[in-house]
């Protein structure tokens, strides 16, 4: 059993790996020379970008370095002491940047409201300045596949935008990189690797906010998908990697106002009369069954 639990382990972390590396590579994530300022919450999903860049640093062909930083948001309860022992344990270089935006987000929102969007804001804004002062190239968020999708669906259904998080983009004040190397890789595999490396975990529910309840809806509905339908999620995120502008109806992405026929075929031209096929392909068979496979040897 102990063998098989081990052989389970090194392929979800050779796989998480992989991930994580190939997300790095499709979008020149981390170039020579960067210094790479790891945001570190103390959830699961931080802790394993961490450990993770740290593991692809030591291997990778390019040089670059790792700060991990901590917004102490001086929140009742907070235990200060977690993380500057846990990276000190490791030999990680780190920062600890106090500041209690607590306070102010409990003197503007209203009692019961949920606090999340303004203290995300506040917190940005700090992080940015550190950045700064590190000397910081990049900026690594641990955002994963799940978020990426939730943020999607969000926007779809709240805020009437197709948007989600892209693994990478340039910062609101226009003076930072920033990353999320973790684009590629799914909550439950990170949620199994924190498990199984034991990290500290601090949980987020210091402040005593609500939840956000839109993203939890959202959270609740693509894991019911996930079980009734193995495989949708994976397809979906694929087809925000497949945008066809043209099927599509933004006026200020598409000149339709000007479009015209040109008596040539079109590569995507319309289809209006066919009905759509969505049979999957023999990569997209193949990729699904893999899947499935290393699913099934990580919960054993």
């Given at each position: 059993m102990q063998k098989k639990e081990q052989y389970n382990t090194n392929k979800l972390h050779k796989r998480l790996r992989r991930l994580v590396g190939t997300a790095i590579a499709d979008f020149n994530m981390i170039e020579t020379d960067d210094r790479v300022m790891v945001c570190l919450s103390g959830g699961k999903d931080s802790y394993a970008l961490l450990d993770i860049l740290r593991n692809l640093q030591i291997h990778a062909p390019l040089e670059f370095e790792l700060v991990a930083v901590n917004l102490d948001q001086k929140q009742p309860g907070f235990p200060e002491q977690v993380l500057p022992e846990y990276l000190a344990k490791i030999g990680m270089p780190f920062r600890i940047v106090e500041q209690d935006t607590y306070s102010v987000v409990k003197r503007v929102i209203a009692e019961g409201k949920t606090t999340c969007s303004l203290c995300s804001r506040l917190r940005r804004g700090v992080l940015y300045r550190v950045a700064s002062e590190l000397g910081a190239t990049k900026i690594a968020l641990g955002h994963h596949r799940d978020d990426i999708l939730e943020t999607l669906f969000l926007n779809m259904f709240y805020g009437g935008k197709l948007k989600a998080m892209p693994p990478k983009l340039v910062s609101d004040d226009g003076r930072h990189i920033v990353i999320r190397p973790l684009a590629y890789c799914k909550e439950k595999d990170l949620a199994a690797y924190a498990e199984i490396a034991d990290f500290p975990i601090i949980p987020c529910n210091l402040c005593g906010s609500q939840k956000n309840l839109q993203r939890q809806a959202i959270k609740e509905m693509m894991q019911q998908?996930?079980?009734?339908?193995?495989?949708?999620?994976?397809?979906?995120?694929?087809?925000?990697?497949?945008?066809?502008?043209?099927?599509?109806?933004?006026?200020?992405?598409?000149?339709?106002?000007?479009?015209?026929?040109?008596?040539?075929p079109v590569i995507d031209g319309d289809i209006?009369?066919?009905?759509?096929?969505f049979e999957p392909t023999v990569e997209e068979m193949l990729t699904s069954a893999a899947e499935e496979h290393d699913n099934s040897l990580v919960s054993g």
């Open positions: 998908w996930d079980k009734k339908f193995p495989g949708r999620l994976e397809t979906m995120f694929r087809s925000i990697q497949n945008i066809q502008l043209s099927h599509l109806a933004d006026t200020t992405r598409y000149d339709f106002f000007n479009l015209k026929a040109q008596g040539q209006a009369f066919d009905e759509e096929a």
